[in-house]
């Protein structure tokens, strides 16, 4: 596949393994956002410049919003990710990386989807919809792949939603409401992947690279947190099966629905499916072994000698 990829991305462990499993892909990323979520905004975007560095990916990323469009406090700690987003695993904030707005007079996410490059949101998704208050045409049918909803399972917000939508409801429906036509992958399919602690610990080993030893080591905890909320073996790599669908899409299966996002009330942020004409397409089926065998073979396949160490 030889897609052009804008990513935008709150900055945790499984936003780090979608990042380094498109950048060991044959896709050009051409630039990434970051937005609030997993970690703080300034966090998210060094950690996601770090991870596409140790890749050899020399991207431009740009600190996008801190908070969501209703101004709602933000969560400083999230359980899976740690304060860094990365569970002490995090970039150092050495860099100062430009914010993300009108450069050379237009928005970066207009820009990206006026010449149809694909797009990946892995957060909450306000930059999104604050881009569509200055140029709402040039989305119009851009169709994103987005990891947000959760249908039949129960997400981990406080809601029982999935933590993007949460995170950010009104930004989510005003998306929909736009014209946009996002494609969602769900909490149930994304749930149906697990990365095992085994699989983990193997391919560190056998790929050998410093960014392969600093993914196992802010996947440690991450493990841990889905060990005791699923009961699961591993952890769900959510992210990185959404990044997974632009890579193989005849592993998913999306079809066009009607979605609207609960704004308020003890179910915010919940995503439900309702009659009407589509305003979405929503990932329905997987192939999930293949999936896990594809993250597995890109994230950690044994490198040249010369590739690990850098020379």
Known sequence: MGSRLHIDTDGGVDDALALALLARS???IVSVSAVFG???????????RGVLRLAGRAVDVYIGAGSGLARRPVERMRPAHGVDGLNGAGFSQRWTLP????????NLLAFAA???ITGLFLGPLTNLARALLD???AFRGWGPTVMAGAFKVRGMAASGADFNSWSDPDALARVLEA???PRLAPLDITSQVTLTREALDAGVIRCGTPLSQRLGRAAGPYMEFHRQAWNSLGCHPHDAVAAASLLAPELFRFEPARLRVILDGVRLGHVERIEGPPNAEVCVAIDAPAVEALIQDRLFAELPAAERTGT
């Open 114 to 116: 006026r010449r149809k």
């Open 179 to 181: 014209g946009v036509m």
């Open 99 to 106: 914010e993300l707005g009108r450069g050379h007079g237009v």
């Open 135 to 137: 140029d709402p045409a």
């Open 38 to 48: 997993n970690t703080y905004v300034d966090q998210a975007a060094v950690n996601a």
């Open 26 to 28: 044959p896709v050009e």
